[in-house]
Nanobody
Framework: QVQLQESGPGLVKPSQTLSLACAVS??????????WSWIRQPPGKGLEWIGV???????YYSPSLKSRTSISRDTSKNQFTLQLSSVTPEDTAVYYC?????????????WGQGTQVTVSS
């Protein structure tokens, strides 16, 4: 059974960089044809896809967030990370990591529990 667990600070100041990690157990992040995404849900709004890192290490980002987003991975720790720079209060959300694949790159079968991140001074 694959499990994902987000971790990181719950409070970030405006203009700083938000950094979150997603630890994966029960499966390797390098296994072929699986896709590891970050998704967020601002208060009162729907889910917003942030970006993905593939089994091969390629990354793709939402066009609206691309200039501020970086997703990387540490295969020795079997985890992947999100960095979102120059945050504003509009980046306040519950942040999730999730896995898709192999049959579909947009169907997420496994999710972390989510972590609340608040941007405030």
């Amino acid at each position: 059974q694959v499990q994902l667990q987000e971790s990181g600070p719950g409070l970030v100041k405006p203009s700083q960089t938000l950094s979150l990690a997603c630890a994966v157990s029960g499966g390797s992040i390098t296994t072929d044809y699986y896709y590891w995404s970050w998704i967020r849900q601002p208060p009162g709004k729907g889910l917003e896809w942030i970006g993905v890192i593939t089994f091969g290490g390629s990354t793709y980002y939402s066009p609206s967030l691309k200039s501020r987003t970086s997703i990387s991975r540490d295969t020795s720790k079997n985890q992947f990370t999100l960095q979102l720079s120059s945050v504003t209060p509009e980046d306040t959300a519950v942040y999730y990591c999730a896995r898709a694949g192999p049959a579909s790159i947009t169907r997420y079968a496994y999710w972390g529990q989510g972590t609340q991140v608040t941007v405030s001074s």
